[in-house]
């Protein structure tokens, strides 16, 4: 058959994945680990540079020692990194987020560049994954039913009628298989952007990710491989609009003035102006994650700001809770399937939820310019730091383990209103007898519980 496109090509797969981001090769590999026959298609036909997800949370490590990929990255030598550290302009500690304490086999952070994430996850698709790049979606086909049953996509000219059991949506943000499902998002875009620098040298710390909570807002620090610096500052959204060279360096010379604790790479910072990214930051959740025959993941979904570096990392949740409902489905028969996704939704929203309101309740407190907001933050990142539980289930939060949400009594004790009744039953669990590990195991059965 031939069409305005040439040639017509039909294919039959078990699912379609749409979008070769981190969430489309999350799908791709756990679906391909269940035997699945995969078709993965991207408009890409490579992956820009992007300094942004870079940033690996514990919590989704175990998922790419699974598909091989974790190996391939420690290979690459992406940097561990143990703590998350709140600091002043100046450098003083606020809150430490130790992920040690929470023990298991990987209490770490990993970082790398974006894209050698998203490569070292292409490099371990399974044997029943084919990945095809260069090929625009332009339609969602439909059965006789009105379900969704595949794409209709373009590559090279030629038109690809391609019939699947399940529908992936994992095209981003700006998502037109969303759009042609209809389900409708609302993007709020932060009152700032974050200024991006890739400097060369090595930090005192090597194993820290600095958030750094000043007059400006926020100023994040962290080691990349290779000896490598990824610096993100916070800007008004038209700070830097139209600005000369000169204006450049006087606007460099003055931030450092801000952020003293900047002052050791402030000639890096000169010297690298030119090479700066500025990246925009959204938030939204969709008010639903699937339709007969499709389901949305990652930025498709849901966006977070990438202060708590919980993007990517849900992401890999969602393909590895789709996975474990889609494990004893037969992808042949379509209500099996759609009752496995509204299963799928019915887990994952209030996943998604919890994250969404963790993520901006960071945002708020690193990021917040007004005096009022900026001492209210420290406030409470300086009462997590004083109580033992809190910073505990905060690094648990943040780890990617689960999620046990605080409460308004744990909002109390943040702020020294209360004191913390339930630190005693707490020290208790984190007996030698009772280790930290084992906490963490019962931590997570209470956000199933919660779920």
């Not at 209210?376 to 780890?399: D, F, K, Q």
């Not at 195991?441 to 956000?447: F, K, S, T, Y």
Request: aromatic share 4%.
């Amino acid at each position: 058959m031939t069409t305005g496109h040439g040639t017509r090509r039909r294919t039959d797969t078990d699912v379609v994945v749409c979008g070769s981001g981190v969430a489309g090769l999350a799908a791709a590999c756990a679906l391909g680990r269940l035997g699945l026959d995969v078709t993965l298609l991207d408009k890409q036909r490579t992956q820009p540079p992007v300094w942004k997800g870079e940033v690996l949370q514990p919590g989704s490590l175990d998922s790419l020692h699974a598909w091989d990929a974790l190996g391939r990255l420690e290979a690459r030598q992406a940097v561990r990194l143990s703590r998350l550290v709140a600091r002043t302009a100046t450098g003083e500690e606020l809150m430490a987020l130790d992920f040690t304490v929470l023990g298991g086999e990987r209490p770490w952070m990993l970082a790398h560049d974006y894209s050698t994430i998203l490569q070292c996850m292409a490099d371990s698709l399974g044997p029943t994954v084919r990945l095809r790049r260069g090929a625009l979606v332009k339609e969602l086909s439909h059965d006789s039913a009105g379900r969704i049953s595949g794409v209709r996509a373009v590559a090279d000219g030629t038109a690809l009628d391609i019939r699947a059991g399940l529908v992936v949506a994992a095209d981003g943000m700006s998502s037109r298989l969303r759009r042609l499902a209809g389900i409708d998002v609302e993007p709020v875009a932060y009152d700032h952007r974050l200024l991006s620098f890739e400097l060369p040298g090595t930090l005192p710390t090597d194993d820290e990710v600095s958030a750094h909570a000043t007059d400006r807002g926020l100023v994040m620090i962290y080691p990349l491989p290779d000896a490598r610096i990824r610096v993100y500052i916070q800007v008004r959204t038209d700070e830097l609009r139209k600005v000369s060279p000169a204006d450049l360096r006087r606007w460099c010379e003055g931030l450092v003035a801000q952020v003293p604790a900047l002052a050791p790479l402030a000639g890096l910072l000169e010297v690298n102006l030119d090479r700066r990214q500025l990246l925009p930051v959204w938030c939204y959740r969709a008010p639903s994650l699937v339709r007969p025959g499709l389901v949305l993941l990652g930025e498709a979904a849901h966006v977070v700001h990438p202060l708590a570096a919980q993007g990517m990392n849900t992401s890999i949740g969602d393909a590895e809770a789709l996975a474990a409902r889609l494990a004893a489905v037969d992808l042949a028969d379509g209500s099996a399937v759609d009752g496995a996704l509204r299963g799928y939704e019915n887990d994952r929203m209030t996943r998604i939820r919890d994250v969404h309101t963790m993520s901006h309740n960071a945002a708020r407190m690193m990021t917040s310019t007004s005096r009022a907001g900026r001492v209210l933050s420290r406030r409470l990142m300086r009462g997590t730091a004083r109580s033992r539980r809190l910073n505990y289930l905060t690094t648990y939060n943040m780890s990617g383990l689960g999620m046990r949400p605080l409460d308004r009594l744990d909002r109390l004790v943040q702020l020294g209103v209360l004191p913390d009744l339930r630190a005693r039953s707490f020290a208790a669990s984190h007996s030698p007898a009772h280790p930290a590990g084992g906490a963490a195991a019962q931590l997570r059965r209470a956000g199933r519980d919660n779920r």
